[in-house]
């Protein structure tokens, strides 16, 4: 079993940047890719960005150009560094792995959540 622990997430205030994190645990046979998905207040979870195992980073159009999504795979952690923050970007964050272990198959694993408050 694979845990998925974040960190990172505050209060800031329009402009500012955070970084969040995303810790893997547990043997993973191989890593296929990982993101980060938000969900605002009444609003649907979006897809924020994703990394695949190749480094390949796809963006949703509204963190285009502010936000970078990486990969330290000797640490086994993601993050998501956000620059230019916008109100419109508070949400609680989500990280996601896909992986499989030496036994199973593909995997998604989440991260529990990280609240991103963007106020002045």
């Known amino acids: 079993q694979v845990q998925l622990v974040e960190s990172g997430g505050g209060l800031v205030q329009p402009g500012g940047s955070l970084r969040l994190s995303c810790a893997a645990s547990?043997?993973?046979?191989?890593?296929?890719?990982m993101g980060w998905y938000r969900q605002a207040p009444g609003k649907q979870r979006e897809l924020v960005a994703h990394i695949t195992s190749r480094g390949s980073t796809t963006y949703t159009d509204s963190v285009k150009g502010r936000f970078t999504i990486s990969r330290d795979n000797a640490k086994n952690t993601g993050y998501l560094q956000m620059n230019s923050l916008k109100l419109e970007d508070t949400a609680v964050y989500y990280c996601?792995?896909?992986?499989?272990?030496?036994?199973?198959?593909?995997?998604?694993?989440w991260g529990q959540g990280t609240q991103v408050t963007v106020s002045s």
């Open positions: 547990g043997s993973i046979s191989s890593f296929y890719a």
């Open positions: 996601y792995e896909d992986y499989s272990l030496a036994t199973t198959g593909w995997n998604r694993g």
